[in-house]
């Protein structure tokens, strides 16, 4: 995580953005494309702040940076007490810096309580178009489908920014019904590296078995992310 602020920390399992002001943290280690985000979500409004918000970035360019400095872009869900914006920054100022494509009364999440957060941008078949979508504690609070000014196929980091509270990230607990599946449905698999027929190239058969055995590995895990067993799935086949 990159946190340029130094008001990160970790308690109890759960990612603690606590800024005097403002900060942001970004996940550096991978960047994402049509891509779903799940976990739980708590912001805390100081006294005295006269508008807080936090904010969700998606496809963020740089890591390091506000999203909408410089030559930095990407989508970005900003989450008020009575309001959400959808905004999207275009690197370079290219068609414009910044715009608020869209705004929408905020009467789902409410500050100061723990919700459970599904959200994502994706690119559609339609060039040039996005469908936003945002689930609230497993409902459907917003989804839309809308016009790109410079996103489209851009891929990027996920941020999250704190202004004016205490924001605390943690994860959900992973759905692994399809990673148990193909666990098993993979156990009953045998394959036999050789040139002969009905036998496969040693590399195959060993990248095969060692995505199972990491399949296994993820399962017996008590604190994965939906995506490292989305992945592990994803592996194996």
Known sequence: WVNPGGFMTFEN???????VSSDYVTYEAEKYLNHEFSFKMKFEPKDGVATPWLGIALRKLIPDNYIWSGENGGLLYVIKSDIMEMQE????????SSAIIETVPNNFLSFGEEHTVTCGVYDTEEEGKAFWQVKVDGEVVYEKSMDYRGCYGQEGYLSFYSSGGKLTISPTEADKTALNKAISDASGLTFTAGNKYGEYPAELVENFNK??????????KSDITQYDADKAVSDIE
């Open 13 to 19: 399992g759960s990612m603690v953005i606590d800024p």
């Open 89 to 96: 920054y275009v690197a370079g100022g290219v068609n414009g």
């Open 211 to 220: 995505a199972v055995a990491n399949a296994k590995t993820v399962a017996a």
